[in-house]
């Protein structure tokens, strides 16, 4: 008889509730939890996925050492004999900073490897670390430490009961919502305009997110920032300007005032591509609404201006009132709060990193370094490297620079399941058990959502025998390096969940999580001012002095193009896609080649261009050749490219991956094209040309 199975998918943010049926150790369907509070049934098609990971041939259960005559695999003692020899051996000859981190986005997917991965950082004791955050959201952690007093106060958008959604550089029918955990997203914006309110999108690109938006404008790549000043601008002009609450502890409206006074809807007409009329419209109906909410997401984040547009997004909803309260941006109140016992400081530019000297943030350096750090010569240079469920040569800035710099490593050793364009460079790869043989927990997630929920799954197949979770080759290698291995057990990541739970706020328990499977809902977001915040003082920080000074980038032609490279390039994502985790899913790659450079119908014409012709696509780094896909949905002078594609490399082990390879968008993106200010990778608006093939 089949039996069914609750949890929630943790391929992506959106955490929706699913329903396994399943019987004798076979998956019969997955299907969304309608019991679940928070995604109401909703799924996306990337939940079967769950089921074609773990059955996935190429699948690594133990570990493997690269040899000359190829993979063999090996046992768990020896391949930790040899990775805690050549790291301390390492470390000893060339210092602690020889050896680097870098851990990938998935990381915050599970529950293991978030409880128990700090701590591995903290026994290297290593300067060089990096993750997939400064090819992504650092500019809001930046702007929630300056303004708010600490990287993970990051405020949601409570789109459940605000009437204004201004959106910009986000496509959440595509992510099902990101920094803004939102599953069944799609009728969450349908609701909006159902009872009467408004969801305007800004984007250059006529998204996915578009068709149920109330109105669409596109915005020329990297100029949201002016355009937020010039809303800024008429919110001042118009006397809108309403904190309530909040003026009680907001400190420097009046410099923002000042900032504001030149940037006019008329000034920047011409520089965002959105007329002067619209402008001033837009900004007065966002500043009169009942309640409005402005949200930006990763096409505003991975910008030469990034750190600044979230500053002022954040400096929008705090002037008009729209924050801490309903229909406004909030923080959560999460039953396992990362912040419960957090305290503000500084966590910026400590060190820089020793080629570019570009600032650490929250203990990381940004990944844009990681290649030049691992190929110039000298002293504390990168010659050992630790993955941990990262792809960094598919996600990272000029990744045919990272993949030739692998080359060039000591020893490197991956945390990972697959045999991937990254970790084949690896000489050990470490497997952990995945996905359905893991219970979990959302500790990030829970955090960024646009409503408060707990809930907790149990395993739903045991693991393989004598494979190892990934908490348990975490606190392995943590015992080995430390030298601390006599009287250590491995603790399952339970222990600290449950401690966690009695002391959040709702005095939940794990025993009570499992005996609520399809999850508890905790309520709306509620207001917490000013006791959430981690300024010293208490206080917003409105105009933090480190990004009033950034300012002064605006008015150094920045924004300039060349006229050998004409086009900005934008990146794209998929409801089918998940960076590049999800490509040995033959069913959700199968199909139209989503693998296309967009662009639009007038500009194909001017370069005599025909639907599906091989175009050369050159920027400073590299070239690829792409089909074209020509359409009217994306602005004049801007092209598109999916990210996470580009799976053709020698040696990769993902046989269907491999079938729909498709090119990689980072052998074109420019390690030296970032926001200044943090580091942070700047994908949007990379200069290239076109030339038909």
Known sequence: MSKVHYRNCNLCEAICGIEIKHENGEILSIAGDKNDPFSRGHICPKAVALKDIYLDANRLKFPVRRTKNGWRQISWEAAFDEVTAKIKEIQTCHGRNAVAIYQGNPSVH???????????????????????????????????????????????????????????????????????????????????????????????????????????????????????????????????????????????????REISKEFSPETVEDITGISASEIRRLGSEFGTAKSAVCYGRMGVSIQKFGSLCHWLINSINIL???????????????????????????????????????????????????????????????????????????????????????????????????????????????????????????????AFAVRNTAKYSEPLFVKTDGAKYDWEIFQELVHRLSGETEHLKSEPPEVKLDLGLQFGKYKLSLAELSENPHGIDLGALQECLPNRLLTENKRI??????????????????????????????????????NSWLHNSERLVKGKNRCTLLINALDAERLNLQNKQMVKVSSRVGTIEIPCEITENIGRGVVSIPHGYGHGRAGVKLDTAKKYAGVSLNDLTDERVLDELTGNAAFSNVRVRLEAR
Not at 361 to 384: C, D, M, N, R, W
Not at 395 to 423: C, H, R, W
Not at 553 to 577: C, M, N, Q, W, Y
Request: proline share 5%; charged share 20%; hydrophobic share 40%.
């Open 110 to 256: 599970n529950l293991g490897t978030m409880l128990n991965n700090r701590e591995l950082l903290k026994c290297l004791k290593t300067q060089n670390s990096f993750s997939a955050t400064s090819v992504d959201q650092l500019p809001h952690h930046f702007a929630g430490w300056a303004m708010f007093g600490h990287p993970l106060l990051i405020p949601i958008p409570d789109i459940d009961r605000t009437d204004f959604f201004l959106i910009l550089g986000a496509n959440p029918l595509a992510s099902n919502g990101s920094l803004m955990t939102a599953p069944d997203v799609a009728n969450r914006l349908e609701a909006i305009k159902q009872r009467g309110g408004k969801v305007v999108l800004i984007d250059p690109r006529k998204t996915e997110t578009a068709r149920v938006a109330s109105e669409h404008h596109f915005v020329k790549p990297s100029s949201d920032v002016y355009f937020l000043l010039a809303i800024m601008n008429r919110l001042f002009a118009e006397n809108l300007i309403n904190l309530g609450k909040l003026k009680d502890f907001t400190d420097d409206i009046e410099i923002l």
């Open 320 to 446: 008009t009132g729209n924050f801490d309260r309903a229909g406004g941006a909030m923080f959560t109140a999460p039953a396992f709060d990362v912040l419960a016992a957090a305290k503000g400081g500084n966590v910026f530019n400590r060190w820089q990193s020793r080629v570019r000297r570009l600032p650490e943030f929250i203990g990381e350096l940004p990944v844009v370094a990681l290649s030049e750090e691992i190929l110039t010569e000298g002293e504390g240079q990168i010659k050992a490297l630790i993955t941990s469920c990262g792809n960094p040569v598919l996600s990272t800035p000029n990744g045919n620079q990272l993949d030739k710099a692998l080359e060039n490593l000591e020893f490197m050793v991956s945390i990972d399941i697959y045999i991937n364009e990254t970790t084949r460079h690896a000489d050990i790869i470490l497997p952990p058990a995945t996905g359905l043989e893991n219970s979990h927990y959302d500790v990030i997630f829970n």
């Open 541 to 578: 920080n409105l105009a933090p002095e480190v990004l009033v000074k950034d300012l002064h980038r605006l008015k150094t032609g920045a924004l300039t193009v060349s006229e050998d490279f004409p086009f900005a390039l934008i990146g794209r994502r998929h409801l089918r896609d998940n």
